[in-house]
């Protein structure tokens, strides 16, 4: 299979369960004329009162080794993304979401911020999305 | 608590296959978190994940299955999940 199957493969298989339990609306968009492949998400985080977050992962041609790329989106218009858009990076903060890094990013396994920046050393091995995706819903509920 | 007649049928919901099965309400509950286990191959990283119920982590699996069906009214059929507790490192 090539990366964009695996990664079709992997959005599109996302246990119906846990999408409907957490509200992700997993939505998959390719940007035409380029090897991308965007998956947006949203997250609601009980830490943070209800608030609603936007995420896009995004898989380029070496997502196997580097990781899916994290990014916070504005969830009303995903094309608009920025730090405003992240969880607050004082105050109230979400455990293993570093908006005040650079780039920001997120620790957790499966990410472009935790493989290729954090923990380099780390492969992404056996680490699946929807893994990720419950950890991250973990940490905007703890 | 339901009349269980000994057994109890519980669906755990894992990150790969899902469990569905019969446990014995006296069996501790370590029996249903081992068999969730298998499921995603997690045999060896046992901290990394959790047994819930509604949000609720169920900690002590020493705890026979029948206390806790009786503590939060599980039926046959009722879903708990098994859940990777997140690495921040």
Known sequence: MTWEEDARAET???????????????RIAEPGGQEILDLYLTFTSKRLGGHVFGLRLRYLPDWQVAGRREAFVNPQQASEEGPEYWPPAAGTTVRGINPRHNPPVICLRGTWGYHSVLHADRPMGDSTLLTLLLELQRVFDE | MP??????RLVVVTTAGDVDQEFG???PLRVVFDRALREVGGERN???????????????LSRPVGDYAR????????????VPKPVVV
Do not use: C, M, S
Not at chain 2, 3 to 8: A, P, R
Not at chain 2, 71 to 82: I, K, R, S, V, Y
């Open chain 1, 12 to 26: 599109e298989g996302l246990k119906p369960y846990f999408v409907t339990k957490y509200g992700w609306a997993p």
């Open chain 2, 3 to 8: 009349d269980l007649h000994g057994e109890i």
């Open chain 2, 25 to 27: 309400v006296d069996q």
């Open chain 2, 46 to 60: 046992r901290d990394q994940f959790e047994l819930e119920y509604h949000d609720t982590a169920l900690t002590d």
């Open chain 2, 71 to 82: 503590e939060f009214g599980w039926a046959n059929g009722t879903h708990l999940e098994l």
